[in-house]
């Protein structure tokens, strides 16, 4: 599954919102926690990622759905409730890019640097450690690091930090110097 999530106007104001509860309670690492886990499990079930996205399951049923998910996998109540609201105001599909915008604002209230590494086959564990020592020394931070494989990349990285994108992959190299010789 191709995770090129973005934020909605949605997503980012359910993200606000949950983020400012979990603050006010204290438990920001748990629901955090929570949230990507879920993002996991959306990533590895089909059944999970059909629940959410198709529009054959009323909003009653997706909500339900996301709850019982939520109480087997042990969530926090806030977080079992956030994912019953959403899905009940018909924006369960809107709930990656909430995810997303949450971790962004945990992180930045955190004082600390994201970075999403997509490569085309999965990085060891020397590749990954090369990548995040590269990325601390440009950014003078160090960053928390998530990876995921893309094989359409065919080969290199892209790295996004924030609303940066640094694309060292074959692919856009490829597409480049396709229209590099199409102008010609």
Same mark, same amino acid.
């Given at each position: 599954?191709?995770?090129?999530?973005?934020?909605?106007?949605?997503?980012?104001?359910?993200?606000?919102?949950?983020?400012?509860? %979990?603050?006010?309670? $204290?438990?920001? *690492?748990?629901?955090?926690?929570?949230?990507?886990? =879920?993002? &996991?499990?959306? +990533?590895?079930?089909?059944?999970?990622?059909?629940?959410?996205?198709?529009?054959?399951?009323?909003?009653?049923?997706?909500?339900k759905g996301l709850v019982a998910?939520?109480?087997?996998?042990?969530?926090?109540?806030?977080? %079992?409730?956030?994912? $019953?609201?959403? *899905?009940?105001?018909?924006?369960?599909?809107?709930? =990656?890019? &909430?995810?997303? +915008?949450?971790v962004e604002l945990s992180a930045?209230?955190?004082?600390?640097?994201?970075?999403?590494?997509?490569?085309?086959?999965?990085?060891?564990?020397?590749?990954l450690k090369g990548v995040q020592?590269?990325?601390?020394?440009?950014?003078?931070?160090?960053?928390?690091?998530?990876?995921?494989?893309?094989?359409?990349? =065919?080969?290199?990285?892209?790295?996004?930090?924030?609303?940066?994108?640094?694309?060292?992959?074959?692919?856009?190299?490829?597409?480049?110097?396709?229209?590099?010789?199409?102008?010609?």
């Amino acid at each position: 599954m191709a995770d090129e999530t973005k934020a909605t106007d949605a997503g980012q104001r359910y993200a606000q919102s949950l983020f400012e509860l %979990t603050i006010e309670n $204290g438990n920001l *690492a748990k629901v955090e926690a929570d949230l990507k886990s =879920l993002k &996991a499990m959306i +990533a590895d079930s089909a059944d999970l990622r059909r629940l959410i996205a198709s529009p054959a399951f009323s909003a009653e049923d997706k909500g339900k759905g996301l709850v019982a998910v939520a109480v087997k996998a042990g969530f926090d109540m806030l977080t %079992t409730k956030f994912l $019953g609201l959403a *899905a009940s105001n018909g924006r369960a599909g809107d709930l =990656l890019g &909430a995810i997303s +915008a949450f971790v962004e604002l945990s992180a930045k209230h955190r004082g600390v640097v994201t970075a999403e590494v997509v490569s085309a086959t999965a990085l060891s564990a020397a590749q990954l450690k090369g990548v995040q020592t590269a990325l601390a020394q440009a950014l003078g931070k160090t960053p928390e690091v998530s990876t995921r494989v893309d094989p359409t990349l =065919l080969g290199g990285l892209k790295v996004r930090v924030g609303s940066r994108l640094f694309d060292a992959s074959l692919r856009s190299k490829l597409d480049s110097l396709k229209f590099a010789l199409k102008r010609a």
